[in-house]
């Protein structure tokens, strides 16, 4: 088992492409850090070079101190399970899970015991003369772990490896590889695309987005899951984040007396807050509001902040999620800095979390409150969340 | 009204069929005739159908002194050959193709291209030249070494494609497994693309065993090969067609057994992308 650290880590490809920029963090003995984003935000690239299987332009890799940038796959004791499990196709499952063991020179009865303690953990002694073309993807799935796990290697890259498996499966196998790694406590750097998936399972998820040139960084925010969720840093965090996404609002500030008073940019909507230092600051421009879904509560008419008609009701038995319209100009939170000059027209659409007994009928009006203690705020330009 | 349709359609599939039958099985089916009827009634005009088949012809290229039995075993000699000289080369060359970053690597294939497309009939002194020099002339090995001119960048070509379609993420798995690229070329790649082994090294018997320009000029008397003792029947004294035609027939056999053999291979090789692990 090891810590590691990736110091400032960059990655050109020979077409000029940008993949990866800037990239400090370190994961500690044990833990499990998820590595989440859009496609094209590096995520796979960062694991691949973590594996060794890509060269990186600058910045330094080490594993428990020791700087490894320059070592060959072979030689830096990790295991990694791969999108399609890339299992030998010509090797029996008993075969693939020995292969790595066999290149280390180990002993044949150590290789059997070890492959067999992994199999019966895996619950895979059953399938262990099958070929893999044998077997459920499922199954498949538990062979790829097994191959990883037989190894007790010094950490575990894992490259979306449930991304292949149906629903009902993933969440499954979600909730089995959570256990198996407090269970085996080895280092572990998971890759996905699904926000839920780094939510249930990483100890920390470390939030990448796509990068342009080498100034930018890729990583925006690495933090447990509820501190994302409550302390997004900027506007993409706060997007990506959270199911449904987070609404944003442009809203125009003005200081009055020990208060703030918040006017929705193209409609009659306002409130007012108490100041706080860093957000008076901003009196007089442009800021912009998030609200999580659930921070809407359905109220009477009299004290309503929005009072919209509701095209677009989503019944999930638990909640409902409500969509409507307010006549602002949306928030595109992957260019922060373009949007300011957003022409003043088009619909915001927002998304707010109702007891399902309040569903409105389609088109009434629904009158809604918010929260305004929990609201977010962000800079239009840079992106950044303004807190004291 | 449909259902005629289809019949008519089905018709016309078997018509088609039987037109393609005819224009690659009839030529067979005629020199199988042609071995086994009378001399005389070769070129008869009208053709004659009907005749007495006798086996004079293959009695006297296979057992008669002096004629074709010794260079059958000299073509499977030389064929087979061909094939052991050629996969310890071809086959780790097409691996280091698809696989590695090489300099030039596009040139090279393009170069192995020229050479196929190249007629034969030009290497034909050069090499007869160099052989003779370092005293090869008239030796199987001779004929083995200038058919790799052909055979190697064929199998190559065909080799590279099989290997092309092996997913680079099962060598990735093997070099995180802690595997050097000789164990992931001899463990896991080349074991998936057996059946493109196969294939290939049916195609380097073939060409070897058809190939008449290179045994006709380094082989000798006591090494030439099937094809050459074929042409012989051409003689300044008239032509043995049926003697021909029973020689081309033996030398359709050891190819059609080998496909007959590693048929489900062939099918296995040429449909290889479907079916990843």
Not at chain 1, 328 to 349: C, L
């Amino acid at each position: 088992m090891a810590s590691m650290t990736f110091d400032g880590i960059g990655k050109t490809f020979p077409d000029g492409t940008v993949a990866v920029a800037n990239v400090s963090f370190s994961v500690a003995d044990g833990e499990f850090v998820v590595l989440v984003g859009p496609s094209g935000c590096g995520k796979s690239t960062l694991l691949r070079m973590a594996a060794g299987l890509e060269t990186l332009n600058s910045g330094r890799l080490l594993m428990d101190d020791a700087d490894v940038t320059e070592t060959e796959p072979q030689d830096r004791d990790i295991a990694m399970v791969f999108q399609n499990y890339a299992l030998y196709p010509h090797m029996s499952v008993y075969d693939n899970m020995a292969f790595g063991l066999q290149q280390r020179k180990m002993p044949k009865d150590k290789i059997d015991k070890l492959v067999r303690d992994a199999a019966e953990m895996l619950d895979l002694t059953r399938y262990l003369e099958r070929k893999p073309g044998a077997l459920s993807g499922g199954q498949r799935q538990r062979v790829a772990m097994g191959r990883a796990i037989v190894r007790h290697p010094m950490a575990f890259l894992m490259d979306e490896p449930l991304s292949n498996l149906d629903a009902k499966l993933r969440v499954q196998m979600r909730g089995e590889l959570k256990l198996l790694n407090q269970r085996l406590g080895v280092t572990t750097l998971y890759v996905t695309h699904d926000q839920v998936e780094a939510m249930t399972m990483g100890d920390r998820v470390a939030v990448l987005k796509p990068v342009f040139n080498g100034q930018e960084s890729n990583l925006q925010q690495i933090d447990t899951p509820q501190m994302l969720y409550d302390k997004p840093t900027n506007l993409f965090v706060a997007g990506f984040i959270g199911s449904p996404a987070m609404n944003f609002v442009r809203v125009e500030l003005t200081a009055e007396a020990g208060s703030l008073k918040a006017a929705v940019t193209g409609t009659k909507i306002s409130f007012s807050i108490p100041a706080k230092a860093t957000l008076s600051a901003y009196a007089g421009r442009q800021v912009i509001v998030g609200i999580r879904p659930e921070m809407f509560q359905v109220c009477p008419e009299s004290e309503a902040l929005f009072n919209e008609q509701v095209p677009v009701a989503e019944a999930l038995g638990a909640d409902t999620f409500v969509f409507f319209d307010i006549a602002s100009p949306p928030v595109n939170i992957n260019d922060a800095e373009d949007t300011e000059d957003f022409p003043n027209k088009g619909k915001n659409r927002l998304v707010a979390r109702i007891p399902p007994a309040l569903t409105p009928r389609p088109n009434q009006l629904l009158p809604l409150t918010v929260d305004l203690e929990k609201l977010h705020w962000f800079d239009p330009v840079t992106g950044t969340a303004i807190r004291d | 009204m449909s259902r005629r349709h289809t019949s008519f359609n089905t018709a016309l599939t078997y018509a088609a069929g039987l037109l393609f039958l005819a224009i690659f099985v009839g030529p067979i089916l005629w020199f199988i005739a042609l071995a086994i009827r009378p001399a005389e009634t070769a070129f008869t005009m009208p053709p004659q159908l009907t005749f007495e088949p006798n086996l004079d012809a293959f009695r006297h290229i296979l057992v008669d002194p002096g004629t074709n039995a010794p260079q059958l075993v000299n073509s499977l000699i030389v064929a087979i050959g061909a094939v052991l000289l050629n996969l310890p080369f071809s086959v780790p060359a097409a691996y280091a193709l698809s696989r590695f970053k090489l300099r030039g690597k596009k040139n090279i294939m393009l170069w192995y291209l020229g050479l196929l497309m190249a007629p034969p009939v030009a290497f034909l002194i050069p090499y007869f030249i160099l052989i003779t020099r370092i005293g090869l002339q008239g030796s199987y090995f001779s004929m083995i070494l200038v058919l790799q001119t052909l055979t190697i960048p064929f199998s190559v070509w065909l080799m590279k494609s099989f290997i092309d379609e092996v997913p680079v993420e099962l060598e990735e798995a093997a070099r995180v497994d802690g595997a050097r690229w000789y164990t992931i070329m001899l463990r896991i790649t080349l074991p998936i693309v057996r059946p493109g082994i196969i294939v290939t090294s049916m195609f380097a018997f073939v060409f070897a065993w058809n190939n008449a320009a290179f045994p006709l000029v380094l082989s000798s008397r006591s090494t030439a090969t099937l094809p050459i003792g074929t042409l012989g029947y051409f003689a300044t004294s008239g032509v043995t067609w049926n003697y021909i035609a029973a020689a081309a027939v033996l030398a359709m056999i050891p190819p059609m057994i080998i496909f007959l053999v590693f048929d489900r291979y062939v099918v296995r090789g040429l449909t290889f992308g479907s079916v990843k692990g």
